[in-house]
């Protein structure tokens, strides 16, 4: 049986770890946080929510204990980390070892750099947990893992790899993950506009100036997309392609954004993880690997992207303190809809 190792033991890798320890599989839950691990390792890993509430026992590890070689690593440390997780761990991994990005954004592009394409797999994960406190998860939402390999290869380990995740969430393979994890982004435009207010991702989307936002950015992503020749993916009930600027896109985004008001506002998780990091735990968001991506290849492709960029910046700002998560927000946002 294969070993795995989970590096980044928050909502997504935490929850994935203990789902797989509780199958019988070699799991190795990695994380920074020694509290977080000593509780792991001494209680297990309580996650409450749709699935009930229960501990799960695990084995932890802070990152100077891990020895290699590593054969499947599940990498599911926030984007920003990702480059410094590989300084760490890429020279670990087994020759024929690979590593999933269980993550936000284009990580694939930066694991591969660093252990090549050939040992990396793509991976588009959309299912709601949050890290609460240390040992303690809560799942909201189960939606499917979807793999992929980075050359649009359907391979054995893709297979293997389905049949271990498949004990942890549902598991479908394809042909296109660029597509899906390009359709994340479009979703994560729109999550990042909505999480520059301290409310409930419904209320927010009460308000024009969060729609206006909200489909600009949304479409501005689409418009990057399109030009790189990424086939968009759907995301679960989110459908990326309704952004794209056609006669009666402004209609089909904002049903769109009305399907994700009432979702959100029915879940156990009214808001985005966005704001988790924003008003609970204070500390420094994805914006530059989801939104900042974006204006980075579009600035590439000679794209305008000014609503990402101002997102960008007022996300920013409220992570350094220099501005509270006000609805004044949206009229900052709203100003830089071109007109």
Same mark, same amino acid.
Request: include cysteine; aromatic fraction near 6%; proline fraction near 5%.
């Given at each position: 049986?294969? +070993?795995?190792?989970?590096?980044?033991?928050?909502?997504?890798?935490?929850?994935?770890?203990?789902?797989?320890?509780?199958?019988?599989?070699?799991?190795?839950?990695?994380?920074?946080?020694?509290?977080?691990?000593?509780?792991?390792?001494?209680?297990?890993?309580?996650?409450?929510?749709?699935?009930?509430?229960?501990?799960?026992?695990?084995?932890?590890?802070?990152?100077?204990?891990?020895?290699?070689?590593?054969?499947?690593?599940?990498?599911?440390?926030?984007?920003?980390?990702?480059?410094?997780?590989?300084?760490?761990?890429?020279?670990?991994?087994?020759?024929?070892?690979?590593?999933?990005?269980?993550?936000?954004?284009?990580?694939?592009?930066?694991?591969?750099?660093?252990?090549?394409?050939?040992?990396?797999?793509?991976?588009?994960?959309?299912?709601?947990?949050?890290?609460?406190?240390?040992?303690?998860? +809560?799942?909201?939402?189960?939606?499917?893992?979807?793999?992929?390999?980075?050359?649009?290869?359907?391979?054995?380990?893709?297979?293997?790899?389905?049949?271990?995740?498949?004990?942890?969430?549902?598991?479908?393979?394809?042909?296109?993950?660029?597509?899906?994890?390009?359709?994340?982004?479009?979703?994560?435009?729109?999550?990042?506009?909505?999480?520059?207010?301290?409310?409930?991702?419904?209320?927010?989307?009460?308000?024009? +100036?969060?729609?206006?936002?909200?489909?600009?950015?949304?479409?501005?992503?689409?418009?990057?997309?399109?030009?790189?020749?990424? +086939?968009?993916?759907?995301?679960?009930?989110?459908?990326?392609?309704?952004?794209?600027?056609?006669?009666?896109?402004?209609?089909?985004?904002?049903?769109?954004?009305?399907?994700?008001?009432?979702?959100?506002?029915? =879940?156990?998780?009214?808001?985005?993880?966005?704001?988790?990091?924003?008003?609970?735990?204070?500390?420094?968001?994805?914006?530059?690997?989801?939104?900042?991506?974006?204006?980075?290849?579009?600035?590439?492709?000679?794209?305008?992207?000014?609503?990402?960029?101002?997102?960008?910046?007022?996300?920013?700002?409220?992570?350094?303190?220099?501005?509270?998560?006000?609805? =004044?927000?949206?009229?900052?946002?709203?100003?830089?809809?071109?007109?």
């Amino acid at each position: 049986m294969a +070993r795995i190792t989970v590096i980044g033991a928050g909502a997504i890798g935490g929850t994935v770890g203990a789902f797989l320890a509780q199958a019988g599989y070699d799991v190795l839950l990695v994380d920074v946080v020694p509290e977080h691990v000593r509780i792991m390792n001494a209680e297990g890993l309580q996650i409450t929510g749709i699935r009930g509430d229960r501990r799960y026992p695990v084995r932890a590890a802070l990152p100077e204990e891990l020895r290699g070689p590593l054969e499947i690593v599940l990498l599911c440390v926030k984007g920003h980390l990702t480059e410094a997780a590989m300084e760490q761990y890429a020279s670990l991994l087994a020759p024929d070892g690979y590593i999933v990005s269980l993550q936000n954004g284009l990580n694939e592009e930066i694991i591969a750099r660093y252990v090549g394409p050939e040992r990396t797999v793509g991976a588009f994960v959309h299912f709601g947990a949050d890290y609460l406190e240390p040992g303690l998860i +809560r799942l909201a939402t189960e939606r499917p893992i979807v793999l992929g390999e980075l050359d649009g290869a359907i391979t054995p380990r893709l297979h293997e790899l389905r049949w271990i995740l498949s004990h942890a969430m549902p598991t479908q393979l394809t042909t296109n993950i660029w597509g899906y994890l390009w359709g994340k982004l479009v979703y994560g435009a729109v999550a990042f506009v909505v999480s520059t207010v301290d409310a409930p991702v419904a209320e927010v989307l009460a308000d024009p +100036r969060a729609r206006l936002a909200a489909r600009t950015a949304g479409a501005e992503v689409v418009r990057v997309a399109r030009a790189r020749g990424i +086939r968009l993916e759907q995301i679960g009930a989110f459908d990326p392609t309704a952004f794209a600027e056609e006669p009666g896109w402004e209609a089909r985004a904002e049903a769109i954004l009305d399907r994700l008001a009432e979702e959100m506002r029915d =879940s156990l998780k009214p808001h985005m993880g966005i704001w988790m990091d924003l008003r609970v735990k204070r500390r420094k968001t994805e914006v530059d690997m989801q939104c900042g991506v974006v204006v980075a290849h579009g600035e590439r492709l000679g794209i305008p992207t000014p609503l990402n960029a101002a997102t960008v910046r007022v996300i920013h700002e409220i992570e350094a303190g220099r501005r509270a998560m006000d609805w =004044s927000n949206l009229d900052d946002l709203a100003a830089a809809v071109p007109a």
